[in-house]
DNA sequence: CATAAATATGAATATCAATTCATTAAATCT
DNA sequence: AGATTTAATGAATTGATATTCATATTTATG
């Protein structure tokens, strides 16, 4: 081995121009990938979607993928990371410039509006990871999750014409919001001690409150 | 072949007997592989749980599911579907046991918590398959997911100290109420031209106003 | 009890798609 | 320009598991 190799004399620009380069040209392939995955996984879902989809989409060969993302997995979540960063960034900023906690909620929900209103794609990715309503899963397309869906609307249609239910939202949209309530109260009752020891009369007329009241303080 | 062989004239009785002992087989078997599958899936979820898994469970090999089911997607519907009818002939037969829009809502609130305590294993698939606050999702294990929802949980908390917001319900769970308040807010908004046309603020309004308030009519 | 019919078995097969890697092409350097 | 390094390709490999089916076992029948 002589000195040299050691490469102790590298001009320091011409190295890091060289990185910059090569590091920006990362970035450009990943952003690519990551544009055509991002639609991709939103109109298949993570199961049916194929890296070979994904890579045509994108305009390269299969193994292109794995030059710039370690695998599948990786690839779902540097989106899914990348995206809530930004929404997560975006909040902090507006919500920073505004005092007191109404105006705060009220900003909170404007830009996560505007954010999805942006990322389609991305809501749909979201949705389909997170979300009870989405069209697409295994079982809203069943009869049964259509049977169930009338049902709960149809009750809420009752209320909203009996008087016990505002009617300026839709009844779809209230029964979805009152399953997602039950829902939630389910989880944590069984993760935490404290719900799991409250009957489930109490638990019932708690919800019950929430979803008629709201969570305004009284 | 003789006349023997056409079966003209086999008594009515033993044949029907004997149709349904075979059938009261299947349908023991079949409950056998519903209950195991049930388990598995509840534990695994659907992509993870293998027929091999579900057969050990149920005490039979592999190939015996097959003999009572299509396949892994039949038999994934085939649970949900008994049980979601299940809790609709429950819901049914209690609502109609009450008068009136706010009795009904509260019977169905109850009743639902109730099958779901009963059900525990469907109670995961469901939510598996359906709701944005499974532990086990891919991504909820993430630390992207864990910072989204502290960030949200803080800004609740915050409004919960300034008083905006009842402090007789978890930070967490409200959080997750006005998280699928929003959602549901952008899927219909994307179904329908109604929402298409009304423009941010004014959703980001409504949404305000139903999570304080609730949907009592005023 | 012997025979036939119905059930169950689980190893072998089929399928599907993620991942790899030998080869080719492009870019950079001397 | 030729040599060398870097990047891209996509067919072949691998792995995983759903599904089948020839064989064995159990149950019913005469």
């Known amino acids: 081995?002589?000195?040299?190799?050691?490469?102790l004399e590298i001009p320091q620009e011409l190295a890091s121009a060289s990185l910059d380069r090569k590091e920006r040209h990362r970035l450009l392939r990943k952003a690519d990938i990551i544009r055509a995955?991002?639609?991709?996984?939103a109109v298949k879902g993570f199961h049916k979607a194929t890296i070979q989809d994904i890579a045509l989409h994108a305009?390269?060969?299969?193994g292109t993928v794995y030059l710039y993302f370690e695998d599948k997995n990786s690839l779902y979540f540097s989106i899914v990371e990348e995206k809530i960063n930004e929404l997560l960034n975006i909040l902090r900023l507006k919500i920073g410039q505004v005092k007191g906690a109404r105006g705060k909620l009220e900003v909170f929900i404007y830009e996560i509006l505007r954010f999805f209103e942006k990322n389609q794609d991305f809501f749909r990715i979201f949705v389909q990871e997170e979300s009870p309503w989405l069209i697409k899963s295994r079982l809203a397309k069943s009869t049964i999750a259509q049977k169930r869906k009338d049902f709960f609307i149809e009750l809420i249609k009752a209320a909203q014409s009996e008087g016990v239910i505002?009617?300026?939202?839709e009844a779809g949209q209230i029964s979805d919001i009152l399953e997602s309530i039950i829902i939630s109260f389910i989880f944590n009752w069984w993760e935490e001690k404290t719900l799991r020891e409250k009957d489930l009369k109490e638990i019932a007329g708690i919800i019950m409150d929430l979803f008629l009241s709201g969570v305004k303080k009284k």
């Open 1 to 7: 081995m002589n000195i040299n190799s050691l490469n």
């Open 37 to 41: 995955a991002q639609h991709v996984f």
């Open 59 to 62: 305009q390269y060969a299969t």
């Open 166 to 169: 505002r009617k300026d939202a």
